[in-house]
């Protein structure tokens, strides 16, 4: 659970700003209508030469509610400010996925991928939400298997960066810090320290690495793009 908040943290620090006047351009005429329904379907983003749609952002959206539990299964509101960071997730999601055929990942187990698509299968199903999407199997078997293979490879590369602190160097910090502790001697602090100083150096880490496979596949939000330059 707390890598999995320290990856939350650092995914939305990760696309937080950005510039692009291809980016207005696309998402201001590439519009269009999505057959058989009156949802509609815009490009938000680049990664390397995958293309991602505003439908395909809501598709994961839902998938991802769907895996958390929630009983909230609705499409977003295009223009609020929490779709921009669900267009960033699919983002990162296709960049570490590419990453993860780089390394040569191991797949995953068929039995795991096809309980958890039975599983989610039946929790959409009474979306009403979900079946305007009217997403396909190739879709829906294509997204899941991205979103699971990347958080299996973002866990991966978070163990392996993982480090340890010393007890030095948490003793530096309460130091440093001393006024947030008062009069409470540092043993009573010790562990609680290291263990918010390994969040904080996962998180840099994290940060680092996305942001070089940001460079590498020339990822963009064009939603960003818009708002930075309104």
């Known amino acids: 659970m707390i890598i999995e908040s320290v990856i939350k943290k650092v995914l939305v620090i990760f696309f937080?700003?950005?510039?692009?006047?291809?980016?207005?351009?696309?998402?201001?005429?590439q519009n269009k209508k999505t057959?058989?329904?009156?949802?509609?379907?815009?490009v938000v983003g680049v990664a390397g030469e995958n293309v991602v749609t505003s439908r395909e952002v809501q598709i994961v959206n839902l998938l991802e509610k769907a895996q958390k539990g929630s009983e909230e299964l609705k499409l977003i509101d295009s223009e609020d400010m929490k779709f921009s960071n669900e267009i960033s997730q699919v983002l990162i999601e296709i960049v570490?996925?590419?990453?993860?055929?780089?390394?040569?990942?191991?797949p995953l187990k068929k039995e795991e991928f096809e309980s958890e698509s039975a599983r989610l299968q039946k929790k959409l199903a009474a979306s009403s939400d979900w079946k305007k999407l009217q997403v396909s199997s190739l879709e829906f078997e294509k997204f899941l298997r991205r979103k699971m293979v990347a958080k299996k490879f973002i866990n991966l590369k978070?163990?392996?960066?993982k480090g340890i602190i010393s007890d030095q160097e948490a003793k530096d910090?309460?130091?440093?810090?001393r006024l947030k502790f008062g009069q409470v001697p540092f043993t009573e602090f010790k562990e609680n320290i290291k263990t918010f100083l390994s969040q904080q150096q996962?998180?840099?880490?994290l940060t680092a690495w996305f942001e070089v496979i940001k460079k590498k596949y020339k990822v963009k939000n064009y939603q960003n793009e818009i708002r930075s330059v309104m």
């Open 16 to 29: 937080l700003v950005s510039s692009c006047s291809l980016g207005a351009e696309l998402l201001a005429n």
């Open 35 to 42: 057959s058989g329904q009156n949802l509609i379907s815009q």
């Open 96 to 106: 570490v996925m590419s990453e993860a055929n780089v390394f040569d990942l191991s």
């Open 158 to 161: 978070s163990d392996s960066m």
């Open 173 to 177: 910090y309460f130091e440093k810090n």
């Open 202 to 205: 996962l998180e840099e880490r």
